[in-house]
Each structure stands twice: as structure tokens, then as C-alpha cells.
């Protein structure tokens, strides 16, 4: 080893045009190429530089990797590993089809100063920059003295049921010890009247997937059925559809929309919250479904012939909670659904929000600014979910911190499962240089 700085800037761009490269498709069943490939791309990298890791694999092709790093220890279940802090990815992505894109999803395209494909910016990007990060500091002998558990996940992208979760409920030994986590979908940049705001995920809203399910008496299309189960529930799915849910401030939004009421002159409550919102442009599609519950219905199904009136007609519907707001979800939920529909849970996780605040914020801060002097730093609440939602039952405060300086007429969050996804090489490069200085505090 050496003393001599390496920049992880130097490789952050080749890294993640490599694991964009490798199809790691995630369709939500047993479809799919599964993630070991990756794993062992990963693992590979790690080795080079003497970090030793581990392949967990719940089924095949569902692989996750874990290593141990700094701290003075390799081994999972030291003493030494107390107090330490989790950094993990995922290493799936939703599907893409070649004939929508403008590039090959999967060939990792440079054009005009972006990386394209699937994954740039979810979340091969973050993957890229921890490795970058990590292999420059160990071949520089600048290994943090805090313990750091290094975890790239199969299946996040289908819950994270045969990923994370199976490392929380079977692997907890490589856990045990982390106080903190720092993922994905954080420390981005939106531009709100001519300054960078960096937004840190310190919260994410609960999930509900349902399947609602109406039945009555089938019979002929011609004859008159007032038991018409297809009806029942397109009565139920369009209410649902239609219904305004009101604005409720969580501690995380109130903060950030404070902030961007400062810079628009005036008080942020919740009667002004959505223009507030607005002002965020393009991300205002996420943050607007952060300051109210949603439920938005995603699937029907009924019937077989156009002349036979089903008994029984199914719906889906993707349902979000905001934290302390579940219960007024579902009460909500089961007045406009009606009677004489069932509602099946499919996947029900929990909400959380971690204050924001302590030494970890204050590292995200500072690392930020002294790339970007001029910007302003705050948390939000997440509208998706990320593996935290696993992690966070070890009892860890977690975060989302990806660093990403973006063009402010850049629409990032429609790029979130989009088509064209593709992120800027600079700010690749800009959150490898954000992130060790990240690791240099924490």
C-alpha cells in the first residue's frame, strides 16, 4: 500500500458502464437473469484490492455480496465491529425494452456527457461510486478506522424479499454491530430558483400493494345483472383514482419545504405546500406525493368471453403511506372501497423517518458543500422504497446519500424506471469525490 491519494474519480465512469453491462434484470418473479453475475463482478473488484467478501444466494441467481472493511477487522461478529456503519446497493434493475431506447440499454453508452442504460441512475451509479471510492482508498492505506459493512443486494427492485431481507432474517451476523446505514436515492441536486438544493433521503413512505377483489353473479351479457362484479369494482377503482388525498407535513418535508420558502420569500405551511413543491420543476412528480398519502390502481382483470358477465373481477393497487399516517390510509382506503370487496395485502412495509441530525448529517453536509460552496443541503421523504426498509428493523438510522450534481434543466426523477436513463459523467465523478470526503468524517 501507499500513501499517495488515488483519485476514485479516475475509474467511477468505466465501473458503472461495466455493471450497467452486465443484464441484471429484475421482472419480479422467477423470470430473469438474477444478479450473480454481478455478485461476482463485485467480488472481484473487491479482491483486487484485498477486501475479502461473501456471496449470499437465496435461490439462483438471487446473489447478494457482503464484505468487511475498516475498523481494523475483517470478521463479521467482532467486538471491534460496534458502532459501525452499513453503505449498501442494490445490483438488479427493472426491466428495459431495446426498442423504446434511443441506445442499448445495456451496452453503457457515453453521448454528449452522459452515461447511458439501465441502472445509471438506479442505482448502478451509487454501486459505481462505492466501489470507486472503496478501491482507492484501500490502495492509498486510507482505510476508515470506523468498521464499515459493505452490502450489494439481489431483488431490491421486487422489494428486496430475496435480497436484503434475507441478509436481515439469516445473515444478521454480518450486520451485527452497524448503528447506521447510507443507500441510495439521496444527495441529488434540483435547482430551485437558480440554487442547488442537495436533497438526503431521511425518511420513506410505507407500501401497500393490494389486489381488491369483487364477485357477484355471472350470467349472459344480454340480461340485466344488478350483481355485476365487474361494475362493483370499477366503482371502487375509480373513486379511489379520484380521491384527493390531503397535504400532511412530515418532520423531513416541513424542514425542506422551510428551506425553499426562504428562498421564495415566504412561510411554508401546509396550504402552501404544493407550490412550494412546484418549484422544484420536474421533481415535483415525486416530492408532490410526499406531502399526502397515495393509492394509485395499476391492474384490472375480468372475464373470458364478451358475452358473459364474469363472477368475479380483480384490481391492483399501489398504495403509499406517509409516516404516522397509516392508519388514516387504510380507513381511507376501506370507505372508498366499499363494502363487498375483499382487499388482499400482497406486500405491506412500514414507513420510517430518521431525525435528521448527528454527526452522520453533519459529514453528508459538510462533504457536499466543499465541493459545491454555494448550495443549500436538506432532507426529504422518499415516495418509493429502498432496501432501509430491511435494515432499518436491526434498528439502524439510515439515509439515502447517492451525491449527484445534476443540470438544472435535466427532468432526473423521470429518469427513475424511465426510458433513456442515463446520468451525467460529471456528476458520477463529482459524487465519487463528495462521497470519500463523506468517508474521510465519518
Same mark, same amino acid.
Given at each position: 500500500?501507499?500513501?499517495?491519494?488515488?483519485? @476514485?474519480?479516475?475509474?467511477?465512469?468505466?465501473?458503472?458502464?461495466?455493471?450497467?453491462?452486465?443484464?441484471?434484470?429484475?421482472?419480479?418473479?422467477?423470470?430473469?437473469?438474477g444478479?450473480r453475475?454481478?455478485?461476482e463482478?463485485?467480488?472481484?473488484l473487491?479482491?483486487e484490492? +484485498?477486501?475479502e467478501?461473501?456471496?449470499?444466494?437465496?435461490?439462483? %441467481?438471487?446473489?447478494?455480496?457482503?464484505?468487511?472493511?475498516? %475498523?481494523?477487522?475483517?470478521?463479521? *461478529?467482532?467486538?471491534?465491529?460496534?458502532?459501525?456503519?452499513?453503505?449498501?446497493?442494490?445490483?438488479?434493475?427493472?426491466?428495459?425494452?431495446?426498442?423504446?431506447?434511443?441506445?442499448? =440499454?445495456?451496452?453503457?453508452?457515453?453521448?454528449d456527457?452522459?452515461?447511458w442504460?439501465? +441502472?445509471?441512475? !438506479?442505482?448502478?451509479?451509487?454501486?459505481?461510486?462505492?466501489?470507486?471510492?472503496?478501491?482507492?482508498?484501500?490502495?492509498?492505506?486510507?482505510? =476508515?478506522?470506523? @468498521?464499515?459493512?459493505?452490502?450489494?443486494?439481489?431483488?431490491?427492485?421486487?422489494? +428486496?424479499?430475496?435480497?436484503?431481507?434475507?441478509l436481515?432474517?439469516?445473515?444478521? &451476523?454480518?450486520?451485527?454491530?452497524?448503528? #447506521?446505514?447510507?443507500?441510495e436515492? %439521496?444527495g441529488?441536486?434540483? $435547482?430551485?430558483?437558480?440554487?442547488?438544493?442537495?436533497?438526503?433521503?431521511?425518511?420513506?413512505?410505507?407500501?401497500?400493494?393490494l389486489?381488491?377483489?369483487?364477485?357477484?353473479?355471472?350470467?349472459?351479457?344480454s340480461?340485466?345483472?344488478?350483481?355485476?362484479?365487474? *361494475?362493483?369494482?370499477a366503482?371502487?377503482?375509480?373513486?379511489? +383514482?379520484?380521491?384527493?388525498? @390531503?397535504?400532511?407535513?412530515?418532520?423531513?418535508?416541513?424542514?425542506?419545504l422551510?428551506?425553499?420558502?426562504?428562498?421564495? %420569500?415566504?412561510?411554508?405551511?401546509? !396550504?402552501?405546500? #404544493?407550490?412550494?413543491?412546484?418549484?422544484?420543476?420536474?421533481?415535483?412528480?415525486?416530492?408532490?406525493?410526499?406531502?399526502?398519502n397515495?393509492c394509485? =390502481?395499476t391492474?384490472?382483470?375480468?372475464?373470458?368471453?364478451?358475452?358473459v358477465?364474469?363472477? #368475479?373481477? $380483480?384490481?391492483?393497487?399501489?398504495g403509499?403511506?406517509?409516516?404516522?399516517?397509516? !392508519?388514516?390510509f387504510?380507513?381511507?382506503?376501506a370507505?372508498?372501497?366499499?363494502?363487498?370487496?375483499?382487499?388482499?395485502?400482497?406486500?405491506?412495509?412500514? =414507513?420510517?423517518? $430518521?431525525?435528521? &441530525?448527528?454527526?452522520l448529517?453533519?459529514?453528508? *453536509?459538510?462533504?457536499?458543500?466543499?465541493?459545491?460552496?454555494?448550495?443549500?443541503v436538506?432532507?426529504?421523504?422518499?415516495?418509493?422504497?429502498?432496501?432501509?426498509?430491511?435494515?432499518?428493523?436491526?434498528?439502524?438510522?439510515?439515509?439515502?446519500?447517492?451525491?449527484?450534481?445534476?443540470?438544472?434543466?435535466?427532468?432526473?426523477?423521470?429518469?427513475?424506471?424511465?426510458? &433513456?436513463?442515463?446520468?451525467?459523467?460529471?456528476?458520477?465523478?463529482?459524487?465519487?469525490?463528495?462521497?470519500?470526503?463523506?468517508?474521510?468524517?465519518?
Amino acid at each position: 500500500m501507499t500513501d499517495a491519494r488515488v483519485d @476514485p474519480a479516475a475509474e467511477v465512469v468505466e465501473l458503472c458502464r461495466d455493471l450497467i453491462r452486465i443484464d441484471t434484470s429484475n421482472y419480479g418473479d422467477q423470470d430473469g437473469p438474477g444478479e450473480r453475475k454481478a455478485a461476482e463482478h463485485v467480488a472481484t473488484l473487491l479482491d483486487e484490492v +484485498g477486501i475479502e467478501s461473501r456471496l449470499y444466494e437465496s435461490e439462483p %441467481g438471487r446473489t447478494s455480496v457482503v464484505a468487511q472493511w475498516g %475498523g481494523g477487522t475483517a470478521g463479521p *461478529t467482532s467486538v471491534a465491529r460496534e458502532g459501525g456503519l452499513l453503505l449498501h446497493g442494490h445490483l438488479d434493475v427493472v426491466p428495459a425494452r431495446a426498442e423504446d431506447w434511443q441506445v442499448d =440499454p445495456f451496452a453503457g453508452e457515453i453521448q454528449d456527457g452522459y452515461l447511458w442504460g439501465r +441502472g445509471a441512475v !438506479d442505482m448502478k451509479d451509487f454501486d459505481a461510486m462505492l466501489l470507486a471510492v472503496v478501491r482507492a482508498r484501500q490502495r492509498s492505506g486510507r482505510v =476508515p478506522a470506523r @468498521p464499515i459493512t459493505l452490502c450489494f443486494t439481489a431483488d431490491e427492485e421486487a422489494g +428486496g424479499h430475496r435480497g436484503a431481507q434475507v441478509l436481515v432474517e439469516e445473515h444478521a &451476523d454480518e450486520l451485527e454491530g452497524c448503528t #447506521e446505514a447510507v443507500g441510495e436515492v %439521496g444527495g441529488f441536486s434540483a $435547482t430551485v430558483r437558480g440554487r442547488r438544493v442537495y436533497l438526503v433521503e431521511a425518511a420513506e413512505k410505507g407500501m401497500a400493494w393490494l389486489r381488491l377483489t369483487a364477485r357477484g353473479r355471472a350470467g349472459h351479457g344480454s340480461m340485466i345483472n344488478h350483481d355485476n362484479a365487474v *361494475t362493483t369494482l370499477a366503482t371502487a377503482v375509480a373513486r379511489i +383514482g379520484a380521491h384527493e388525498w @390531503p397535504v400532511r407535513l412530515t418532520p423531513a418535508m416541513r424542514t425542506l419545504l422551510a428551506a425553499v420558502g426562504e428562498l421564495a %420569500g415566504e412561510e411554508a405551511t401546509p !396550504d402552501n405546500a #404544493e407550490a412550494l413543491v412546484e418549484e422544484f420543476g420536474g421533481a415535483a412528480r415525486m416530492l408532490g406525493a410526499v406531502i399526502r398519502n397515495t393509492c394509485n =390502481p395499476t391492474m384490472l382483470g375480468a372475464g373470458y368471453k364478451v358475452n358473459v358477465i364474469p363472477s #368475479e373481477a $380483480t384490481a391492483h393497487v399501489d398504495g403509499r403511506f406517509l409516516p404516522g399516517y397509516e !392508519d388514516e390510509f387504510f380507513a381511507t382506503l376501506a370507505e372508498l372501497v366499499g363494502d363487498g370487496i375483499e382487499i388482499e395485502a400482497l406486500s405491506h412495509q412500514q =414507513p420510517w423517518e $430518521t431525525p435528521y &441530525d448527528g454527526a452522520l448529517v453533519d459529514a453528508m *453536509t459538510r462533504s457536499l458543500l466543499a465541493e459545491d460552496p454555494e448550495a443549500i443541503v436538506a432532507p426529504y421523504l422518499m415516495s418509493g422504497g429502498t432496501d432501509a426498509k430491511h435494515f432499518r428493523k436491526l434498528g439502524m438510522r439510515s439515509y439515502g446519500f447517492a451525491p449527484l450534481r445534476l443540470p438544472a434543466d435535466l427532468d432526473f426523477t423521470a429518469l427513475f424506471h424511465g426510458v &433513456d436513463e442515463r446520468v451525467p459523467v460529471d456528476a458520477l465523478e463529482f459524487g465519487a469525490r463528495v462521497f470519500d470526503r463523506f468517508l474521510d468524517e465519518v
